[in-house]
């Protein structure tokens, strides 16, 4: 482990952000966090595999309160790298960050504002960072529909993936199966909510996250995270229970679109939008429900590492011109 940290307390937040190589993956979100007007009280937590990070970038994590590279054998999957890094975190909060989604200036002070609640955890909310297609915004309404920003602040059933933060004793309650846990936070967020804790949006941390704009990554990626969430849910279900939720998997597209709108709705996006995007996002929840199906029936088998292969570099699933404008800081 490579750390550096200042004299002095503990950090107020650690932010956990994953690369599968090199530093310049996660140079534009370590940007951001830095420029945070509370990033003398933010440890950055950067989980790596033992192979790479050998051009650690000094002068970007000079300004925090430290930070720390924990080494993994490798990258199998988000939720194992975050579940790493988390253990390793040396503040009472965690946020988790990604290569492909950036925090916006008063994140972080509005994060560790909202921790002082009784929260287990706290979501921001999200906004489009590459608004040019109609994929993108697909991905966006189906993955975070009910955080779009402008959002209303108050207590939720659950929060964005990859993109909340949580007081890390409460995680480290789930012991070795955090990384269970972690693969699916959705689950997590259920989970969180029947043991008696309580879920918190707060919309003044808000941040942009880059989605998805070619179709094919898009579609291939809903199959495996789908597949993903299923065997999450399930993971201690009898198998009769499987299969009455394998089966009932056609109905799925239509349960989720209804969800979708209503949510779309209330967070005032404009109706020419969302009839534009309707056709790409049956496509994509045809597809999620085809992952389901398989998660329910016959378990996770690879999608985790399958999907893990397309959380990493987004670039490589934009259009060219989306490629452009995540390429500037």
Avoid at 11 to 29: G, H, M, N, W, Y
Wanted: charged content about 20%.
């Amino acid at each position: 482990m490579a750390s550096g940290a200042s004299s002095g307390d503990s950090p107020d937040l650690s932010a956990v952000i994953t690369t599968p190589d090199c530093f310049e993956t996660i140079r534009k979100t370590i940007r951001h966090l830095k420029a945070q007007a509370v990033r003398e009280r933010i440890e950055v937590v950067i989980v790596a595999p033992e192979s790479a990070i050998t051009d650690i970038g000094m002068d970007e994590l000079q300004d925090f309160w430290g930070y720390q590279v924990v080494r993994t054998a490798g990258v199998a999957s988000v939720g194992a790298a975050n579940a790493a890094g988390i253990r390793r975190a040396r503040a009472p909060i965690v946020a988790l960050a990604e290569d492909h989604s950036f925090p916006e200036p008063g994140w972080a002070e509005a994060l560790l504002e909202a921790h002082r609640g009784p929260w287990a955890a706290v979501g921001p909310a999200i906004r489009n960072a590459n608004p040019r297609t109609l994929v993108s915004w697909a991905d966006l309404f189906v993955a975070y529909a009910p955080w779009l920003d402008p959002a209303p602040a108050g207590p939720r059933d659950h929060l964005p993936g990859h993109n909340s933060s949580y007081k890390r004793d409460v995680l480290l309650r789930y012991g070795d199966d955090l990384e269970q846990m972690m693969a699916s936070e959705s689950v997590m967020h259920w989970d969180l909510r029947r043991r008696g804790h309580q879920l918190y949006l707060e919309p003044k941390a808000k941040t942009a996250h880059t989605n998805f704009s070619l179709l094919s990554s898009w579609l291939v990626s809903k199959f495996f995270s789908g597949r993903v969430f299923a065997s999450a849910r399930v993971r201690d279900w009898p198998y009769w229970k499987r299969l009455v939720l394998g089966g009932a998997s056609p109905l799925i597209p239509l349960v989720r679109l209804r969800q979708i709108l209503g949510q779309l709705r209330k967070s005032r996006q404009p109706a020419g939008l969302v009839l534009r995007v309707l056709p790409v996002l049956l496509a994509g929840l045809a597809l999620s429900a085809a992952g389901e199906m398989a998660g329910y029936l016959l378990g996770a088998g690879g999608a985790r590492e399958r999907l893990a292969r397309f959380e990493f570099h987004r670039s490589r699933h934009l259009c060219a011109a989306d490629q452009k404008e995540l390429t500037k800081c």
